[in-house]
């Protein structure tokens, strides 16, 4: 490396996008920055030792109660826009878990509240780049 050469800190992320079969989507509103009060997929950091999968099924569990173990966690893909997260160069895998219909959640750990929302009736805008996750799950569904 030379002396003009410099590292970016990257932090990797978790999210998952939760579907019913009847059409539903599990969102939380945030209750911390940036994004504050908008709604957005559970997930957060991948903690040491630990991978993507498996952080996402913590980060939907401690969020909103609803308990997926992990190997039933579908990938959909991987974000990384360098201007994605208004606080740095965030990466996130994305993963997409169908849940069954009358699915009990809770708000927990970093969220004001959760809420199915119904796909056709979502939010005026999600955070972050959540639509393009969501329309990549929503692709990829059965």
Same mark, same amino acid.
């Given at each position: 490396? $030379?002396?003009?050469? $410099?590292? *970016?800190?990257?932090?990797?992320?978790?999210?998952?996008?939760?579907?019913?079969?009847?059409?539903?989507?599990? #969102?939380?509103? =945030?209750?911390?920055?940036?994004?504050?009060?908008?709604?957005?997929?559970?997930?957060?950091?991948?903690?040491?030792?630990?991978?993507? =999968?498996?952080?996402?099924? %913590?980060?939907?569990? *401690?969020?909103?109660?609803?308990?997926?173990?992990?190997?039933? #966690?579908?990938?959909?893909?991987?974000?990384?826009?360098? *201007? =994605?997260?208004? %606080?740095?160069?965030?990466?996130?895998?994305?993963?997409?878990? #169908?849940?069954?219909?009358?699915?009990?959640?809770?708000?927990?750990?970093?969220? =004001? $509240?959760?809420?199915?929302?119904? #796909?056709?009736?979502?939010? *005026? %805008?999600?955070?972050?780049?959540?639509?393009?996750?969501?329309?990549?799950?929503?692709?990829?569904?059965?």
């Amino acid at each position: 490396m $030379t002396e003009t050469e $410099t590292f *970016e800190t990257i932090r990797y992320t978790a999210d998952v996008v939760a579907l019913t079969p009847d059409g539903n989507v599990l #969102l939380i509103e =945030r209750d911390w920055p940036p994004y504050e009060g908008h709604w957005a997929f559970p997930g957060g950091h991948v903690d040491p030792g630990e991978t993507s =999968r498996a952080a996402a099924a %913590r980060e939907l569990s *401690e969020e909103t109660g609803v308990q997926v173990a992990a190997d039933n #966690l579908r990938p959909i893909g991987v974000w990384d826009a360098p *201007e =994605r997260d208004p %606080r740095g160069r965030y990466v996130t895998v994305a993963y997409m878990a #169908l849940v069954p219909a009358d699915t009990a959640i809770v708000a927990g750990d970093d969220a =004001r $509240t959760t809420r199915w929302w119904p #796909l056709d009736d979502l939010p *005026e %805008r999600l955070a972050f780049d959540h639509t393009d996750i969501l329309s990549a799950a929503v692709a990829l569904a059965p």
